[in-house]
């Protein structure tokens, strides 16, 4: 036996994997050690043997496992821990494995064309399957399924042993036989009184065709089968095999079994042959191509121990000859590969027909048609082959697009698609090729502009940081991979240097320009003079303002409507936006990655020529010429090396990943690390410029090891251990936020990297590069904006914290702000403290909310610590009623039935409008006490955020004003009022501070809502949502939905990328488990039907009978049950977007329809009508 191939182990194939590994295992006499562990008292002899046989088995196992598997069985060292750790992971005691097995196994059928030996084959291994997770299998039940599963010609033998129930697995394998070889029998044919023929005589009897009696199939005879030919082939091929050394001169002359055979001796040069053994198109000649890649690769030939060498692909141009069989036509074969070693041209059938084209057989030729039906060409018979003629159109031969050959195109890369007047310039940096006619497609497509007015560029500086030029560009969707919105460019006026900073908020823009001028001012020992921007209020404002001016900057502003005033800053975006543009489009990385490219730009435009310069900006600004060899193409491959204190042993030194930038401050690159997904900077690298990065995102990559010549080479594998010394470091996502990236030179950057042309180390070429695009998840989107704000931002919870924080001056902000509203409201008094009475302590609650537009607004919220009060001594009453989510759901469907209108409202501040009747003493709020003063306390006047009795008070004020505006509560809620004339009706619901109005009348409704108004300051919401549900008006009705709810709990159950299933519940699902008594954690599990309830209660209510019936469980739940219950979210997950729908027609729903017989009588008749 040659070799040992056992499959790689990727977690769905445990089964073919093992039993391929214990096959391997002890035809390696390893077997033992997997079994039991090492016996006691062995001689140093025999404990050296066992030591051996210990780690040749655990490398054997370790080496067939995959990369997302290896990782959690690499620290175990005993090959019977290590063997058994893998069957328990993978065949553990886990239930839906033994669901899936058993569905399996019931849902068998025997295929088509499917042999009986095969069939019955199939239904042992899935029988095999079942026992090895503990789900026994009775012979009587594997011949049920297995006779069951029979179907199309042995349909009437099925109905035969139905009847027969004492048959055994093999004896039902020796009828199948029998009546296979009926089926295969010549006399079959003429035989139709017999039920085994009929599927033949009928078939083909009438049609005229004859069968071949060796394989029993129409449309040809024995001398031309397939599986005859095929047979005798393999008899040559070993008998060759054994007289290979002796006969080696007979075998290349013998006939190919494929055309593709690299004899010398040629056919016509504009010969094609179409051939439906090869897998992809292949020439011999470079005169066919318009443009070849390189691409070195083995081809392997079919019934052969030979391979030819594919040195490239390209597109071919060709047309087909005018000969008598139609006339000439222009075609372009696409993705040809190019092998000098065959001895004609190869038109694979296969690649034709994945295209969409139809091959379709006429006499003696074939006809080939596109999809619209229209025919193509024609391949005619000659000598046993499918000839098609073609000319090429390209009389001169094509050479190889390589970057070693002509560079000029992969500079131009390189420079962010640099112009050709500034790149001929780049010839005093670079060494680059003269190219008088070079067009790039990305330029074509990505800088196509208008034509511009006539400019004048002036310089208006003498020295560096003389005069600034700024500008925000912004918003941008979708947000960088930081989360970013904007990007702000600062020029310097003298040196025409770059400064590129990434924004989440316009308010950002004052910090930013403080850092910037206090940095480079210390740097250059230079002063900025004049700053020039826009009139946006980002730049206007009163803090720039009196920043500028304490700084005796003088701030030259444009006029409205007239940016060109500031030309320098508006050129410098359009620039960076295109170069930008170009690069997304030619690396072919997703949009978040603009800030990487943006970034990219800027510091790539700083080392290339400007327009009124004579120097490129970097060397004026740092005062000597830079060195460019470190630049290298953005998104391209790049290769990167891996700590040994981040890897495992028999991990590859080496990862792949793709080029973003430069780094920031230190020496070394930008690098997207695509197994890890995160951005990291290291300068151990290896790039190559022909790939691009994006093609290996979401690429997977199955191997299957040959394991002898793994296992024999096992020693060698410490040739690969790199003692590089590395800077390798995470850092955040976001390309040098709010930093320039030219504090350090490039120059500096040493020999650290090498291109592709130095030849990439053998290890890192061979790693697996596959994993799963970095998808942009719903449910990472839920609540995203505020979400990602909060944690970039650390949200203090103190004020102390706040004030420590970097966006200090915006908190302070925002709690003046709630100063001013509590001071508007009059909450409080200032008073001389009183002796022996009790006072309570106020906190600052922070957070960051979204507004409508999209910006991130600071919220503070001054809340009194009411837990320190005691019920009936400090307070008497704090129940403050909400409305009944029932009441709502009715207010709804009567909306939906008399076609109202709904708006929805929600009361700013709304505690601060209810008076206190009790006696509180507040200390100072926290950071303001020299406001109140010294020895002062705050006497409430009103209800605050924080007391018990702030709810209720709230409700009784707002109770009592509506009663005001003639609105009329409802005794079956306390938070429905009603106003109705007869004609009009009006209906408002409230919860807290959330209002909810229905009505019919533009002008009741106008009146209502401004008396409220009048009293309370109101904001109606843009966005239809209304207790955490939204809610749409159509023209037929209106739907309620949950969809961001169901996604926080497919997140917070881990269940976000199952796979979902289309009912909650299947009938008798809780009795298919196996019975035990293995509990669960039972908080966990009524925290999950809880949110079940919830849902099912407001939006979901085909999930009601499910979590009642599970809800039963609640005072000792088993573990099935809790997977019943994880079913439902799976449920969820397939029907997340799915809405409840109010319209004027009423459907029944009987949720007894699934309950057992038997448990009928423990739940009452419930009737759903929606």
């Known amino acids: 036996m040659d070799r040992i191939s056992v499959p790689e182990l990727t977690g769905t194939n445990y089964f073919i994997w093992s039993l391929k590994m ?493 850092q910037f001028k206090t940095k480079y001012e210390n740097l250059t020992d230079k002063r900025i003079k004049k700053l020039r921007t826009d009139n946006g209020l980002e730049f206007v404002n009163e803090q720039l303002d009196t920043y500028l001016a304490n700084s005796g900057i003088f701030h030259e502003k444009t006029i409205p409507y007239n940016s060109e005033s500031n030309g320098k800053a508006e050129r410098a975006n359009r620039i960076l936006l295109e170069r930008a543009r170009s690069l997304l489009y030619e690396s072919e990385l997703p949009l978040k990655f603009w800030a990487e490219t943006i970034n990219f730009s800027t510091q790539v435009s700083n080392v290339t020529p400007r327009k009124g310069k004579e120097k490129i900006p970097l060397e004026t600004w740092i005062g000597k010429k830079p060195k460019l060899n470190y630049l290298k193409k953005f998104g391209c491959v790049a290769y990167f090396h891996v700590p040994k204190v981040m890897r495992n042993k028999f991990d590859v030194p080496g990862r792949c990943g793709i080029m973003l930038g430069y780094a920031r401050d230190r020496r070394g690159y930008r690098i997207y690390d695509i197994k890890n997904r995160k951005i990291i900077e290291e300068r151990s690298i290896k790039f190559n410029e022909s790939l691009k990065g994006s093609t290996y995102l979401g690429k997977t990559k199955v191997e299957t090891w040959n394991i002898d010549s793994l296992f024999e080479s096992s020693q060698d594998i410490n040739e690969f251990d790199h003692k590089t010394k590395v800077n390798h470091l995470e850092i955040s996502a976001e390309p040098a936020a709010n930093e320039n990236n030219y504090s350090v030179p490039f120059e500096t950057l040493d020999d650290a990297t090498n291109t592709v042309s130095d030849q990439i180390e053998t290890p890192v070429d061979q790693m697996n590069n596959g994993v799963n695009q970095i998808p942009v998840r719903r449910s990472e989107r839920l609540k995203a904006k505020q979400m990602s704000t909060n944690l970039a931002c650390n949200v203090p919870n103190s004020y102390l914290e706040a004030k420590n924080s970097a966006v200090w001056q915006n908190w302070e902000f925002a709690m003046k702000n709630e100063l001013d509203s509590l001071n508007k409201h009059k909450v409080w008094e200032i008073i001389d403290r009183l002796a022996k009475t009790k006072l309570v302590k106020s906190k600052w609650v922070y957070s960051l909310k979204q507004s409508d537009n999209g910006e991130t607004k600071y919220k503070a919220r001054l809340v009194e610590a009411g837990f320190n009060q005691i019920k009936n001594k400090d307070y008497l009453e704090s129940y403050s009623p909400v409305v009944n989510i029932e009441s709502f759901r009715l207010l709804i469907a009567l909306a939906s039935k008399l076609n109202l209108m709904v708006r929805f409202f929600d009361v700013k501040t709304a505690y601060l409008y209810s008076d206190i009747e009790e006696t509180v003493y507040m200390l100072p709020p926290p950071g303001f006490e020299r406001l109140v003063g010294d020895g002062k306390v705050c006497k409430l006047k009103r209800s605050i955020y924080g007391l018990p009795q702030s709810g209720r008070n709230w409700y009784m004020k707002i109770k009592s004003e509506l009663e005001k505006f003639g609105l009329t509560q409802l005794a079956s809620d306390n938070c429905v009022f009603i106003k109705s004339d007869g004609q009009n009706m009006l209906l408002l619901c409230m919860y807290v501070d959330d209002l909810a109005i229905f009505y019919n009348n533009d002008e009741m409704y106008q009146d209502i809502v401004n008396s409220i108004k009048s009293v309370f300051e109101v904001h109606e919401n843009k966005t239809s949502k209304f207790l955490g549900m939204e809610i749409v008006k159509h023209k037929i009705g209106i739907s309620l939905s949950q969809s961001e709810y169901i996604e926080s709990l497919l997140v917070k159950y881990n269940l976000n990328e199952c796979k979902s299933v289309k009912t909650p519940i299947v009938k008798g699902e809780d009795k298919s488990f196996p019975p035990t008594n293995e509990l669960i954690d039972i908080t966990m599990y009524q925290e999950l039907i809880g949110e079940l309830l919830y849902l099912a209660n407001r939006t979901r209510p085909d999930i009601s009978f499910v979590t009642c019936y599970l809800s039963q469980f609640n005072h000792k739940p088993e573990k099935r049950h809790y997977i019943l219950a994880k079913r439902v979210l799976r449920y969820l997950m397939g029907t997340k977007d799915k809405k409840l729908f109010y319209d004027n027609n009423f459907g029944f729903v009987n949720i007894l329809a699934l309950m057992p017989v038997g448990e009928m009588q423990k739940m009452a008749n419930h009737f759903l009508v929606v």
């Open 22 to 514: 214990q096959a391997a295992l002890s035809l390696k006499r390893l077997d033992s050690v997997t079994m039991q562990m090492k016996p006691e008292g062995l001689s140093e002899k025999d404990a050296l043997e066992w030591e051996q046989k210990n780690s040749d088995a655990v490398a054997y196992i370790k080496l067939s496992l995959s990369d997302e598997q290896a990782l959690q069985f690499a620290a175990e060292n005993n090959a019977k821990i290590l063997w058994d750790k893998i069957k328990s992971t993978f065949t553990g005691q886990t239930e839906d494995r033994k669901i899936d097995a058993g569905n399996e196994l019931k849902n068998l059928q025997i295929n088509s064309n499917e042999l009986a030996n095969d069939y019955i084959a199939r239904a042992r291994g899935i029988a095999t399957k079942c026992h090895s997770l503990g789900l026994d299998v009775s012979p009587r039940e594997l011949v049920y399924y297995t006779v069951r599963g029979l179907k199309g010609k042995f349909a009437k033998l099925r109905d035969i042993l139905k009847t027969q129930r004492d048959k055994s697995i093999d004896e039902v394998l020796e009828i199948l036989r029998e009546e296979e070889t009926s089926f295969n029998s010549p006399s079959s044919t003429r035989a139709e009184g017999r039920s085994a023929d009929v599927f033949y005589s009928r078939k083909y009897k009438n049609s005229g065709m004859r069968l071949c009696y060796v394989c029993r199939r129409p449309n040809h005879v024995a001398k031309d089968c397939f599986y005859r030919n095929q047979k005798e082939s393999t008899t040559t091929s070993r008998r060759r095999k054994v007289h290979r050394n002796n006969n080696s001169k007979e075998r290349n002359t013998a006939n190919p079994v494929f055309t593709a055979s690299p004899n010398k001796e040629s056919l016509r040069e504009n010969i094609w042959i179409l051939d439906s053994g090869v897998s992809c198109h292949m020439a011999k000649d470079r005169v066919w191509f318009e443009k070849i890649l390189p691409e070195r690769k083995d081809i392997y030939l079919a019934g052969k121990d030979l391979k030819i060498i594919c040195e490239g692909f390209g597109t071919v141009k060709a047309k087909t000859v005018s000969t008598k069989y139609g006339n000439p036509l222009n075609v372009t074969i696409e993705n040809v590969s190019y092998v000098p070693q065959l001895r004609c041209n190869l038109l694979s059938v296969i690649c034709l027909m994945d295209k969409g084209y139809k091959i379709k057989s006429d006499n003696n030729c074939v006809l080939i048609y596109d999809k619209s039906n229209k025919l193509v060409t024609k391949a005619f018979k000659n000598n046993g082959r499918l000839e098609l003629y073609f000319e090429p159109l390209y009389n001169s031969e094509c050479y190889f697009s390589n970057p070693s050959n002509s560079n000029y195109d992969i500079w131009h890369s390189r420079l962010c698609h640099l112009n050709a007047k500034y790149m001929l310039k780049m010839k005093d940096y670079i060494d680059i090729d003269d190219v008088n006619d070079f067009k790039c497609e990305t330029c074509d497509i990505s800088k196509i502009t208008r034509k511009t007015h006539p400019n004048i560029d002036v310089n208006q500086s003498s020295e560096i940081l003389e005069l600034i030029h700024a500008d925000l560009c912004g918003p941008i969707q979708p947000e960088s991979y930081g989360g970013a919105k904007y990007f702000m460019v600062l020029v310097d006026d003298f040196s025409g240097m770059y400064f590129t900073y990434f924004l989440k908020n316009k308010n950002e823009v004052f910090d930013i320009f403080s």
